[in-house]
């Protein structure tokens, strides 16, 4: 049949979301899930709501949230928009950001979806390589990114788990003409975060997500952060009803319980810190990771073949084709025994 999409959209290959099993029994460390539940909290919210509250609308800019994110984040309610997970929100700032004229800038490796993003706009990728076995961010991107409207810089950053110092961030921040998009999908677990940066440079936003740290992948609810300006801008880029009436529900009530999100992220931590030891051991090269994750290279440089060993031994991790990404595969922290299960079968093949 002859095609009635934009060339645009022709051209594009589509997104490859990390794979969502049937499979019984697997252990699934592939797109960085929280091992742990959510709050007990949740179950509570859930039984307390009434049912017939869902014939109406949701608050379209769910304030009840926003008021809680700006009050943990020291704004003001104008400074936060709400997404149905940070895709949404990542998608209002490409079409409001960037165009066949209005290029933007990211990081190589990083979050695969950014490129498709851009693409769907007609928007030219500028890829910025990172550095050396430890993934270093370059010292002055400035002339290489000037063209661009919009830079991205993940932090922690994906699929390799190391953080773009702060004083670099900022320096960026201050050198770059155009809006500085801070996608800290990871930054819960990570010694330190940017969103006071979102209030000291107009041209900043930060973007958080509930899918990792708040154990809530399967809510899709994000917020970010930037001056009332950009806020203003993107709420005009948004579905009407982008957040739902549940999510804003049970998102209130796990975000409110942080003491358990706090045992849940230092437990995370810990196990990765303890894996990213044995993987070394094992002659694994693995960068240090503020994440919940590790980008893990076998000592035979083959991530495909580790890929497959482990999935064919009922765990699944992710893998990223390629020269640099290839070597490597990705793996989410799980609980201890999922980790424990996942050191046993690598001892079992590279020791
Ligand atoms: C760097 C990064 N940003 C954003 C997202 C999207 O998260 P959400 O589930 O909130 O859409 C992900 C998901 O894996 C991610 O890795």
């Not at 490796?109 to 500028?126: D, K």
């Not at 961010?137 to 991205?152: E, F, G």
């Not at 049970?250 to 003491?259: F, G, I, Q, T």
């Not at 490597?328 to 996942?342: C, D, F, K, Q, W």
């Given at each position: ?37 959510p ?81 769907m ?10 550095e ?8 002055d ?21 190391n ?10 921040c ?11 999908a ?91 030891d ?7 090269a ?66």
């Amino acid at each position: 049949m002859k095609s009635y999409f934009r060339k645009e959209i022709d051209a594009i290959a589509g997104y490859t979301a990390g794979e969502q099993p049937k499979i019984a029994n697997l252990i699934k460390l592939n797109t960085n899930e929280n091992p742990y539940p959510p709050s007990p909290a949740v179950a509570a919210a859930l039984r307390e709501f009434d049912i017939a509250r869902l014939r109406r609308y949701p608050d379209p800019f769910a304030d009840e949230l926003r008021d809680i994110f700006a009050a943990d984040c020291n704004v003001k309610r104008d400074n936060v928009i709400v997404g149905n997970g940070s895709d949404d929100l990542l998608t209002m700032c490409f079409r409001g950001f960037t165009s066949p004229e209005h290029p933007v800038a990211v990081f190589e490796p990083s979050y695969s979806l950014y490129p498709v993003l851009a693409a769907m706009q007609g928007a030219p990728v500028i890829k910025v390589a990172l550095e050396g076995d430890d993934f270093a961010y370059p010292r002055d991107i400035s002339a290489q990114t000037a063209s661009a409207n919009l830079l991205v810089i993940t932090r922690p950053n994906a699929p390799t788990g190391n953080v773009c110092p702060k004083s670099l961030v900022r320096e960026y921040c201050e050198n770059f003409d155009g809006m500085v998009l801070i996608d800290e999908a990871y930054g819960d677990f990570a010694e330190d975060n940017c969103m006071d940066l979102a209030a000291e440079y107009e041209n900043v936003i930060v973007m958080r997500t509930f899918s990792k740290s708040c154990s809530m992948a399967g809510v899709r609810l994000g917020y970010a952060v930037s001056s009332t300006t950009v806020i203003a801008g993107l709420m005009k880029l948004k579905d009407s009803y982008n957040s739902d009436m549940l999510s804003q529900i049970v998102a209130k009530a796990n975000y409110l319980d942080k003491a358990y999100r706090n045992e849940c992220i230092a437990a995370i931590r810990r196990d990765r810190d303890l894996m990213r030891d044995g993987l070394l051991e094992l002659g694994f090269a693995v960068p240090a990771s503020q994440a919940n994750f590790l980008f893990a290279a076998p000592p035979d440089g083959d991530g495909e073949a580790a890929f497959r060993y482990l999935r064919e031994n009922a765990v699944l991790v992710r893998y990223f084709k390629g020269d640099v990404t290839g070597r490597y595969i990705r793996i989410t922290i799980g609980t201890p025994e999922e980790n424990l299960r996942v050191m046993e079968l690598l001892k079992a093949r590279y020791a």
